[in-house]
């Protein structure tokens, strides 16, 4: 069994750290609502995590048309769910990914 002392120095390094990496991006969020670079990544990285997901999917299902056409579905309705809904990422990548398992489940 470890000393105590032992165990309060883990402890209190372990409370230090995750203090301060819950605490920094709060400290820093000021200066980084103006900033360029990060208003440009907000509205393009939302575009991209949803090209990355459309191409791994269809890399998966590169040798079956049947899943290909569930996937171009799925896109389609991802797309159009998104333009429709208020552009809300997480609403439209959960729509088009639950008509993907769906269409791939049922048939």
Excluded at 61 to 68: F, L, N, Q, Y
Aim: positive net charge; glycine residues 8%.
């Amino acid at each position: 069994m470890p000393d105590l002392g032992y165990l309060a120095a883990v402890l209190a390094t372990v409370f230090a750290i995750n203090l301060a990496l819950r605490a920094v991006p709060f400290a820093i969020l000021q200066p980084l609502r103006k900033s360029r670079f990060v208003n440009t990544m907000a509205t393009w990285m939302p575009v991209g995590i949803v090209v990355i997901l459309a191409a791994s999917t269809f890399r998966s299902v590169a040798g079956d048309s049947t899943r290909v056409a569930y996937a171009a579905f799925a896109v389609a309705l991802t797309v159009g769910v998104h333009l429709l809904g208020g552009r809300r990422t997480l609403l439209s990548v959960g729509a088009g990914t639950l008509a993907y398992v769906l269409l791939v489940n049922s048939f």
